[in-house]
């Protein structure tokens, strides 16, 4: 569920463009961050003659990374002209898709070096939860569905794969105080790597009007696919117990914790923080086709190009494991039915804010 992951916890992606083609319920998240982006790029300091570096922190394979970035080269290219170049640094864990990504700059037509020879990409295969650019290098930072992934999994989850839904308290209380002090760690190093005044927008994950993490019927009916495909002896009891998913979703009091009191944390301001429904257009198109096999196929599509790859590290043979293939197919296919049966729309709670670099 994200375009992003921590480092030792989950698995990259599924492949091959798989993401790519199947992240539209990423995309429909991103709209209502992107006028905050756009007024970061207005804003940020822009003096100097050298390279302006915008970091995209969590590209996944890229698709959604094309809009949000050819608005930042806009917003730079209307303070500066075409004499600046513009170096678009893009990040994930060193095990993502960065040749799908490459190819999509090189081919798509919406890539934004189709118009600009002035604007260089690059790509550093790190987790962000540690150092992954230079000091005071980042003019402005971008980050879409990426920090929702936890650095690592505190601990199995006895009864689901999403702690939200485990009705064990203690690990509900690991999961929220894993995703406390990654958050910090996150801010941390970006504060490191923002020059003075920069700015960093994020999308991610959020909690609903109720503290709810949302996406309730794809969650159950994907834990049900799993205790299904248990119950006919394709995976064990015990390799189920091992899938989890390290998402997490925060709410403004959580993502201004580190900011309570003073106001600023390592070097940073919290300038704008905010929760927010996203659309459900798998749903929407549901209700004007009524096609509820492509409902299910769709949102079953959008689990394995994002978590299920995570979820097959619980096999006894980890992401090598030989029954990989035939566990994803076979549970791609038990999710889209149970969700096909009786379609629902799904409540996607999402954030969006902007931290700036109010030090040197």
Not at 85 to 111: K, Q, Y
Not at 139 to 159: E, H, K, N, Y
Request: hydrophobic letters at 50%.
């Amino acid at each position: 569920m994200s375009d992003g992951r921590g480092d030792a916890g989950p698995a990259p992606m599924e492949g091959q463009g798989a993401y790519n083609r199947n992240a539209a319920v990423q995309a429909a998240g991103l709209a209502g961050a992107l006028p905050m982006l756009e007024a970061a790029a207005a804003t940020v300091p822009l003096t100097g003659d050298g390279a302006v570096v915008v970091a995209d922190y969590g590209c996944a394979q890229g698709r959604n990374s094309l809009v949000p970035m050819q608005l930042a080269i806009d917003g730079v290219r209307r303070r500066v002209g075409a004499a600046r170049p513009i170096v678009v640094m893009h990040t994930d864990v060193a095990g993502s898709d960065f040749a799908t990504l490459f190819e999509l700059l090189d081919r798509d037509p919406n890539s934004y070096l189709r118009d600009d020879a002035g604007v260089y990409p690059a790509a550093v295969g790190r987790s962000f939860y540690g150092p992954v650019l230079p000091p005071a290098s980042v003019t402005l930072g971008w980050s879409s569905w990426a920090v929702q992934w936890l650095s690592r999994a505190p601990g199995p989850i006895p009864d689901q794969v999403q702690a939200a839904f485990s009705n064990d308290g203690s690990v509900r209380a690991a999961y929220a105080a894993q995703a406390a002090a990654d958050w910090e760690t996150f801010l941390t190093h970006r504060a490191r790597e923002l020059v003075a005044g920069g700015r960093l927008v994020v999308v991610t994950m959020g909690l609903d009007a109720d503290g709810g993490f949302g996406y309730g019927p794809l969650l159950a009916a994907l834990y049900e696919a799993l205790l299904a495909l248990a119950a006919d002896g394709l995976i064990g009891p015990d390799e189920v117990a091992a899938m989890a998913i390290p998402t997490v979703g925060r709410g403004v009091a959580e993502l201004a914790a580190p900011f309570a009191g003073t106001g600023s944390f390592a070097g940073l301001s919290l300038e704008r923080c905010e929760v927010f429904l996203g659309e459900d257009r798998i749903f929407d198109d549901y209700r004007h086709e009524r096609d509820a096999g492509g409902f299910g196929a769709r949102w079953a599509a959008f689990a394995r190009a994002s978590v299920f790859p995570t979820l097959a590290l619980g096999l006894v043979g980890g992401g090598g494991d030989a029954r990989v293939p035939v566990f994803m197919d076979r549970l791609e296919v038990g999710l889209a039915a149970r969700l096909a049966a009786a379609p629902e729309a799904m409540t996607i709670p999402l954030a969006r804010l902007v931290v700036a670099k109010t030090g040197g």
